[in-house]
Nanobody, 122 residues
């Protein structure tokens, strides 16, 4: 099986920065896309940023220029550097990993972390 664990959330003032980390571990053959999603109270989960195995990136319009996603393939880790944070960035941030398992390398499965809270005060 695969475990996905986020870290790095917390409370920050508007204009501040946070760096989220997410590590995948377990019976991994390879990891395709990695992503960060967020969910604020009363809202649906939304994509924040994603990065492919070839390091192509995609960002939500409301974080472009402020957030940067990156990955370390050797460590099966993805990062989200968040700068110029705004109160509307407050949410639980979830990491997703599209994984090929050692037992079934032809298929890709998406795994989710438990989430990490990010709170931005005004």
């Amino acid at each position: 099986q695969v475990q996905v664990e986020e870290s790095g959330g917390g409370l920050v003032q508007a204009g501040g920065s946070l760096r989220l980390s997410c590590a995948a571990s377990g019976s991994i053959f390879s990891i395709e896309a990695l992503g960060w999603y967020r969910q604020a109270p009363g809202n649906q989960r939304e994509l924040v940023a994603e990065i492919t195995s070839g390091s192509a990136t995609n960002y939500a319009d409301n974080v472009k220029g402020r957030f940067t996603i990156s990955r370390d393939n050797a460590q099966n880790t993805v990062y989200l550097q968040m700068n110029s944070l705004k109160p509307e960035d407050t949410a639980i941030y979830f990491c997703s990993a599209d994984v090929r398992l050692r037992a079934t390398p032809r298929f890709t499965f998406r795994y989710w972390g438990q989430g990490t809270q990010v709170t931005v005060s005004s």
